[in-house]
Structures are given as structure tokens and as C-alpha cells.
């Protein structure tokens, strides 16, 4: 029942694809006889709470598609859209149906680390590789690092030890923490204070549930800090960053990692100007990829995109250059992996490659929320906080030269 | 990424011991006098809750007393008393405007659901009705993603009621919370005059104490009950207008408050307006207060860093302890209706 359901959502998603392409394929004046497709699987929570950021993931791979053409390395390409519903067992049944059944070549996506975890061994034990374009848990960065496992977007950890750096560097000497009280929450934590050396005045965790934050900020009112550091997702952010500019607390600086972002600021709107976060990209990125990707979005999608869609436009981009370093040749997959990890691409974010564990080397930034031209909210990078920043993992994998 | 089930950081960073010492040196520093303005914020803070709390909870107990139906759906007519308060307030421009039409149209969304669904479940046990009902919160929690997209939404403050009173040293108290508390009790005192003071609500006590009775009498219960369902839905609409500039409006906002409306009608009494009013208050203040002060509390037995982790847990379980506690003590809750 559960898999004949499942059977019917992903055929929707493949003819859906394949009609898009194909409807690209005959606008573009090439009219021989085109090579096999390259079937790509896009994992993404498209359901629930968290669509709006699996909703970003896929259409920046879309819009990348699209700017390439439909096509990867000269090979068109077919897009089997997959909904993990963030339900582990619901992303492995759909994962491997798409390997198995419909015969993708490479995975790419998930927006959580839990979802990645559990498909992390379907995909690479088929000898299919898997390409993070979010999800960058400690335990495939270190000494579960997998050879047919790439991530283009960071280490976990990293995101959130660039602000604690940024607060040192800002100066603040008194910081007030305040987290949801679940793993991913005392991680941020524990990332922060990886590199702050001032006082940490008080940690507070809060459920995954709360609404109202008015308790806590009496309480970081009465604390006085110099800054806050708030590790808040979605929903937990809109509320927490409305209601701290209307207790009038917006003069103590607010630094936060996935609290203010382009898939909430639509919500959070001119609260949140001024607010920090910690990036590896902004939408004012000075390059022309980042301008031809940010103006692609807008006119496509009509919303500035955030991280989510940039890397996930940076993986089409990547995986173009892969597939054109081996001619389109994806036997061979030492080669493939080769060309890979040359990670010899334009990307959104200037410099990138990978390090030896097949995570980025890049660098962080410190951004700050604000308005736009056209009225709409942003994050802006304000100064570079990390360069070639390698993650804290990377020393405790072992990666095999050759599969 | 944050994820549930990510593994323990043990992440090379700097002893956690200095930095723990520090801040507790740090504590003292506040002195006895800041600590009762933060309890009085708390206070406040708690009876806001606790009022939103009651708009919520106030149709569900007259729903489940008069005709004893389980509706979970009660939830959903919040969130999309929220949604369509942000919708029309982008639409018209104002806020008043907004609450003024999204009243009527809760109403009459409470209504339509009334007749496609709830009037076939009257008869039918409360497995059925649970079931149907929360079939309804996952149709209506997709429903608003399609028609409004699953990025959470924005209501502004209304003009006039953007500022805030400066309520102890670096706090606004936003005088926006001032008015929905104000609104709550007005709105509770309304609901007092209603049921205790008007023949309709004399009917809607009768039926709480004894619909079959009632209906023998020769009163239309199904008409009563159409009449309450209906201002029920719009009092969780209007709780939803009134709660979107403060809080995230989304998919599934409905669902968390939900769950203490239902704790709310039990502890106060089910089918108890009265009961419903002091539970609402009561939850309100253990919820904000509690999780103000257990951390501090449990301090005072425990290390610090002990303290905030089972403090923060503690918290979130300290609605449903009392909760258990009231009920050994009162089986029927604080106010139950006379059967």
C-alpha cells in the first residue's frame, strides 16, 4: 500500500521532469540525436513544517538545470524530484525505489543530517554517489567519510563556530546563548563556544515547540549581555526574532546561525533588519555566477533564494563539470570521482574545493540582514569571519585513494 | 544541518569549566530587587499566554460539554483565523480592517466544516470522532500550504499599538500584549455575561449538565449546539487574528496550542467556561513562569550546566504534572459541571 503510493508520487515527479526537459530540449536548435539521460535523484523536504527550505533546495537545482541547458557535461539530464517528508524510513524506501527501479546515476540533496544518515548507506553501497547540498553531519566529515559521498555545502559544526568567532572578533564579552533543547540545539552550543573565549552569561534551552519567547527575553533583558548568540529553525525563529524587536531588546545585537535566512525573512520582514547570521554565501555575493543565479531565481521562483538554493546551484554546476571531464563516461568510477573532487566549476561562492574528507574548503562570513531595492530582505556579507576554513573533523577520516 | 538525530560534538573546543565558573560569578551580580520586576514580567507574561490560552480553550469545553464531541480540528480554526487575519490585513492594508472581516469569516468556515463533516460524527463514538476530526487538521494543514505556500506568513502590528511601556531596565513590554490581554478578559467577561446571564446560555449550561434531557424538554439542541460551534470557531479565529503579529503564522501552528486547550478543559472542568477561564490562567502562569524560574530552582540542587538541561526539560513537563496532580485530587476537574 505505503509502496504503491510511493511508486505513483515518484513516476509523477519523473514525467513531470521529463516533460519540463523535454520542452527545453526542443526550444534549443540541436536537433540530432541526443545521448542517454543522466537521471538525477533530488532529495528534498517538500512536505510539512520544513517544505519551505526542501522547496528552495529544489528549485535552485532546477534553475542550475535550466541554466545548463538541461544538460550535464553535454549529457541531458532527467530530474526525479523525491519527498523525504523529513521521515528517515519514508526517504530509504523512496531512495532506494529510485536507485533500483528507475536507475539513478547520482543523489543529491537532503535538507536534514537525520535523513542524510539514513540514506547514506543505501546510495553508497549501491555504488551511486551522494551529494549533500545541506546536510553536513560530524560523522561522515570524520571517521565516517565515505568515498562516493561528496557535501558542497559544510560541516555542521562550522556554521556555528564562525559565530562564535565573529563574536570575538566583534568584541562581545558577555554573550547570552539560547537554543532549542535537542541534539542539533547543544551542538550549536558546543560550536559556539569552540571558538568564544568571553563569558558565556547564561544558557538557555527551550522546547522545539515554544511559541512565546516572552519569558526569555525578560531574562536576557535583566542579564544585560553584550550580544546573543540563538541557534532558532523556521517557525521558532519567525516568533523568536519578531517578538525580541517588539520587546525593544533589538539594541543588544542578535547573532544567530539558520535563524534569519531568505526562507524566513518573508515572514520576519523589517524585524529583522540589522540581525547577524553566519554564511558561506549571501545574495550580494560580488560574482557573476551569484548575480546570474540570484536574478535567475527571482524572475523563475520570485523570492531571493538562501543557501539552500545556492548550493544545491552550485551542485548542478559541479556535477556539469564532472560529468565533462569524463566525456560523459559514468562507468568508471574512480574517474568520476576524480572529476568530482577537482570541483572545477564557477560557483556562486568564488573560491571552493574540497578538502581530503570530500567536504568544502572555504571560507565563512558574518551577514547581516537588509532590505533590498526592491523592498524585500536579504542577508548581506559584512566581512569574512573564516578563510579556507577546513572543518574540525576532517583530521579523523580515513579516505581510501581508490574505491 | 539540525536534525533530531544527530550525534553528540565532542568537538575540540575550549574546557567548558572556566567559562562555566565565570558565569556563575556573573549571577550574583543581579540583586534581589531586579529578580521581583523579572517575576512580576513573567507574571504578565504568563496570563497573556493564559488569556490566548482561554479564547482557545472557551469553545472547545462548550463543544465537548454541551454534545460531548471531541473536536481536534478546534486547533486548525486558530490557524486559519491567523491566515486569513494575514491575508486580508496584506490584502487591506489595516489591521482593524483584517480582525473585522476575519471574524465572520471564521464563523462561517466553522459552519461549512459543521455541516460537511462534524454534524455526521454527533452520533458516533469518540474514536470516530477523533479520527475524523484529526483527518481534518492534516487536510486543513495542506490546504493552507497550497493556497498560501509553506513559508510562514506576516501580520503587523496593528498602527497605534506598535510601541511599547518600559517595564524594567532595557524591556519593553509591547503594548500589543497589553491589548490582547485586555481583549482576553474583556472577551472572558463577555462569555461570563452570556452564559450566566442570558437565556441562551442558561440553555447551553442545561445542555452541559444534560443535553438528552434538554432536548426532551423540547429545546432544538441541535440548533444550541450550531450556535456554539459556530461562536466557538470564531472565538479560536479571533484567538488566531489576535495571536498572528506576535507569533509565526505556518502550517501546524494550531496543533501545539491544541494540546494545552485540551489540558486547559480537562483541569478546569469540562464544559466549564468558568473552569476553562481559571485553567487557561493557571496553565498559562506554569507554563511561562516555570520555565523561567526552574532552572534557578534546580540550581540550588544540582551544577549548573545539570540544572539547565533538566531544568529546560522539567518545564516543558510541568503543565501535565500539575495537571496530574489536580486530577488525583479532583477527578472531574476544578469546576465540574453539575450532572
Known amino acids: 500500500m505505503a509502496f504503491q503510493h510511493d511508486t505513483g508520487l515518484s513516476r509523477r515527479g519523473l514525467i513531470g521532469t521529463g516533460a519540463a ?36 533546495l529544489r528549485d535552485g537545482w532546477l534553475l542550475g538545470v535550466r541554466h545548463l541547458n538541461g544538460q550535464l557535461g553535454g549529457r541531458p539530464v532527467e530530474t526525479l524530484v523525491i519527498d523525504d517528508e523529513l521521515r528517515p524510513d519514508v526517504a530509504v524506501t523512496k531512495v532506494r ?56 555545502s ?34 550549536a552550543m558546543a560550536g559556539f563556544k569552540s571558538r568564544f573565549r568571553g563569558e558565556v552569561v547564561d544558557e538557555v534551552y527551550v522546547p522545539l515547540t515554544q511559541l512565546d519567547f516572552s519569558a526569555e527575553l525578560a531574562r536576557i533583558a535583566s ?118 573532487a ?21 571560507d565563512f562570513w558574518l551577514c547581516q540582514v537588509r532590505r533590498r531595492t526592491d523592498g524585500r530582505f536579504q542577508t548581506e556579507t559584512v566581512r569574512r569571519v573564516l578563510e579556507a576554513d577546513v572543518d574540525p573533523w576532517a583530521a579523523q577520516c580515513r579516505m581510501p585513494a581508490r574505491i | 544541518m539540525w536534525t533530531p538525530g544527530r550525534r553528540s560534538a565532542a568537538c575540540p573546543r575550549a574546557s567548558d569549566a572556566p567559562i562555566v565558573a565565570r558565569r556563575d560569578a556573573a549571577r550574583d551580580r543581579p540583586g534581589f530587587s531586579v529578580n521581583t520586576t523579572l517575576l512580576l514580567v513573567q507574571v504578565l507574561n504568563g496570563l497573556q499566554l493564559g488569556v490566548l490560552l482561554f479564547l482557545i480553550a472557551a469553545g472547545l469545553t462548550l463543544v465537548f460539554g454541551v454534545m460531548d464531541f471531541i473536536n481536534l480540528a ?64 492534516l487536510f486543513l494543514n495542506e490546504g493552507v500550504k497550497v493556497v498560501f505556500g509553506t513559508a ?70 441541535r440548533g444550541l449546539f450550531l450556535l456554539v460551534f459556530g461562536f466557538g470557531a470564531m472565538l479560536a479565529g479571533f484567538a488566531g487574528v489576535m495571536a498572528a503579529p506576535i507569533l509565526s503564522v505556518e502550517p501546524g501552528m494550531g496543533d501545539n496550542l491544541l ?7 480537562v483541569i478546569g472542568g469540562i464544559g466549564s467556561v468558568r473552569g476553562a477561564f481559571i485553567a487557561a490562567l493557571l496553565v498559562g502562569l506554569v507554563e511561562t513562569v516555570g520555565r523561567g524560574l526552574l532552572p534557578d530552582v534546580l540550581r540550588l540542587f544540582l551544577d549548573a550546566s545539570s540544572a539547565r538541561q533538566a531544568g529546560a526539560a522539567l518545564a516543558s513537563m510541568l503543565v501535565y504534572i500539575v495537571m496530574a496532580a489536580i486530577l488525583a485530587f479532583r477527578p472531574a476537574g476544578l469546576f465540574p459541571v453539575r450532572r
Open chain 1, 97 to 152: 525505489a529510485a536507485i533500483e527501479r528507475d536507475g539513478v546515476d547520482l543523489v543529491v540533496g537532503v535538507v536534514f543530517s537525520n535523513i542524510l544518515a539514513a540514506v547514506m548507506r543505501p546510495v553508497t553501497e549501491s555504488g551511486a554517489f551522494l551529494i549533500s547540498t545541506n546536510a553536513g553531519p560530524s560523522t561522515f566529515a570524520g571517521r565516517g567519510c565515505n568515498p562516493f559521498f561528496f557535501a558542497t
Open chain 1, 21 to 56: 526537459i523535454g520542452a527545453t530540449a526542443l526550444a534549443a536548435p540541436a536537433v540530432r540525436a541526443q545521448p542517454a539521460p543522466i537521471k538525477v535523484g533530488v532529495v528534498a523536504v517538500l512536505t510539512g513544517p520544513q517544505a519551505a527550505l526542501g522547496s528552495q
Open chain 1, 342 to 362: 577537482a570541483a572545477d566549476f564557477p560557483s556562486v561562492r568564488g573560491s571552493f574545493r574540497f578538502g581530503a574528507n570530500q567536504f568544502p574548503v572555504q
Open chain 2, 74 to 137: 478546534h486547533g486548525v480554526q486558530y490557524m486559519l483565523g491567523a491566515y486569513l487575519g494575514a491575508a486580508l490585513a496584506a490584502a487591506t492594508g489595516s489591521f482593524w480592517l483584517a480582525l473585522l472581516l476575519a471574524l465572520p469569516a471564521a464563523l462561517a468556515f466553522g459552519l461549512l466544516l459543521e455541516f460537511l463533516v462534524f454534524r455526521h460524527l454527533y452520533e458516533r463514538d469518540h474514536l470516530s470522532q477523533v479520527l475524523a476530526t484529526f483527518g481534518v487538521i
Open chain 1, 154 to 187: 559544510y560541516n555542521n559544526d562550522q556554521v556555528h563556530a564562525v559565530m562564535g568567532q565573529a563574536a570575538q572578533d566583534l568584541g562581545h564579552r558577555r554573550v547570552f546563548l539560547m537554543t532549542p533543547n535537542y541534539q542539533a540545539g547543544r551542538d
Open chain 2, 152 to 221: 510562514p506568513m506576516q501580520m503587523p502590528l496593528p498602527a497605534g499599538l506598535t510601541g511599547g511601556v518600559p517595564i524594567m531596565e532595557g524591556l519593553l513590554y509591547p503594548t500589543y500584549r497589553i491589548a490582547i490581554l485586555a481583549a482576553g478578559l474583556g472577551t472572558a467577561g463577555l462569555l461570563w455575561f452570556l452564559v450566566e446571564r442570558t437565556r441562551a446560555g442558561m440553555l447551553v449550561r442545561a445542555g452541559a449538565a444534560n443535553a438528552p434531557m434538554l432536548d426532551a424538554l423540547g429545546v432544538n439542541v
Open chain 1, 223 to 340: 542579564m544585560r549581555p553584550d550580544a546573543i548568540f540563538t541557534f532558532m529553525p523556521g517557525g521558532l525563529g519567525v516568533n523568536l526574532v519578531r517578538q525580541y524587536r517588539q520587546a525593544g531588546l533589538a539594541n543588544i545585537p542578535f547573532l544567530s546561525t539558520f535563524t534569519v535566512d531568505e526562507a524566513t525573512l518573508p515572514a520576519q520582514g523589517e524585524a529583522a533588519e540589522g540581525f547577524y547570521s553566519g554564511a558561506t554565501w549571501a545574495p550580494n555575493m560580488d560574482n557573476d555566477q551569484s548575480r546570474r543565479f540570484v536574478a535567475g531565481m527571482v524572475e523563475q521562483f520570485n523570492y531571493v533564494p538562501a543557501t539552500y538554493a545556492a548550493h544545491a546551484y552550485d551542485t548542478a554546476m559541479l556535477l556539469d563539470s564532472a560529468v565533462r571531464r569524463v566525456n560523459g563516461d559514468l562507468s568508471d568510477k574512480n574517474a568520476l570521482r576524480a572529476a568530482i
Open chain 2, 259 to 265: 494540546i494545552l486547550a485540551f489540558v486547559v478543559i
